[in-house]
């Protein structure tokens, strides 16, 4: 997920860019975008760990959405910032530095989920897990796990991706990124739909604010 809209940041209250905050229509583009979740994708798709930039704006996108892992980790927090307790909620600045670096967003996203997540059972997993950080990084990763490369990813959108259906067994994300690996390296194809039929990783869902856009317009949402 990328965040949702931020201060400029020409804006001199914030000497850093890692402190913007969300404008006050960001958080109305956060707040749908958390609805379209839970009514379009439905509660297959509410995310179970979360793993966050530790932007503001980032922080600031997840309280908006009022996503239930939130609401788990604020009622464990120990700190005013909502930023202690639950394990299922982790920010790291490394998710914010590495967005903005060619080529290595999406090899730091696999180690990430590897490292972070647990493990699941044969071929079903319940666990959902959520990235949400920036551009260019992002849209790239996305583009680099389904083999599509028109997927934009503007402020306040999420990507669904599935693991498709491949091994007759995955026990560990380890194994199942290996899957892909291999799946995407057997395949002869170029053309980004038939890359997309064969990739490891399928794109079910493209959320806006304004509901799903697997290829529709982005109505009032700002490109940038």
Same mark, same amino acid.
């Given at each position: 997920m990328r965040h949702s809209e931020a201060e400029e940041a020409i804006n001199p209250k914030y000497s850093r860019d890692i402190d913007r905050p969300l404008t006050e229509r960001g958080v109305s583009y956060a707040k749908k975008l958390g609805e379209n979740l839970k009514t379009i994708a439905g509660e297959e798709w509410a995310p179970t760990r979360i793993i966050c930039s530790s932007a503001k704006r980032t922080k600031e996108t997840l309280v908006a959405m009022d996503l239930e892992c939130m609401k788990k980790k604020k009622e464990?927090?120990?700190?005013?910032?909502?930023?202690?307790?639950?394990?299922?909620?982790?920010?790291?600045?490394?998710?914010?530095?590495?967005?903005?670096?060619?080529?290595?967003?999406?090899?730091?996203?696999?180690?990430?989920?590897?490292?972070?997540?647990?493990?699941?059972?044969?071929?079903?997993?319940?666990?959902?897990?959520?990235?949400?950080?920036?551009?260019?990084?992002?849209?790239?990763?996305?583009?680099?796990?389904?083999?599509?490369?028109?997927?934009?990813?503007?402020?306040?959108?999420?990507?669904?991706?599935?693991?498709?259906?491949?091994?007759?067994?995955?026990?560990?994300? /380890?194994?199942?990124?290996?899957?892909?690996?291999?799946?995407?390296?057997?395949?002869?194809?170029?053309?980004?739909?038939?890359?997309?039929?064969?990739?490891?990783?399928?794109? /079910?869902?493209?959320?806006d604010p304004n509901g799903q856009c697997l290829d529709c317009g982005w109505g009032d949402v700002p490109r940038g």
């Open positions: 464990s927090a120990t700190d005013k910032d909502g930023d202690g307790g639950d394990n299922a909620v982790l920010f790291l600045g490394s998710i914010y530095h590495y967005a903005g670096m060619d080529g290595v967003f999406g090899s730091h996203v696999e180690h990430l989920i590897v490292g972070e997540s647990e493990t699941f059972d044969k071929e079903q997993t319940d666990e959902v897990v959520l990235i949400c950080g920036h551009n260019r990084g992002l849209e790239e990763a996305v583009r680099e796990f389904t083999g599509l490369s028109d997927v934009e990813m503007n402020v306040a959108s999420l990507a669904c991706l599935r693991k498709t259906k491949v091994a007759k067994t995955r026990e560990t994300w /380890e194994q199942a990124f290996e899957e892909g690996k291999n799946a995407s390296s057997s395949s002869s194809s170029s053309s980004s739909s038939s890359s997309s039929s064969s990739s490891f990783w399928t794109l /079910e869902h493209l959320l």
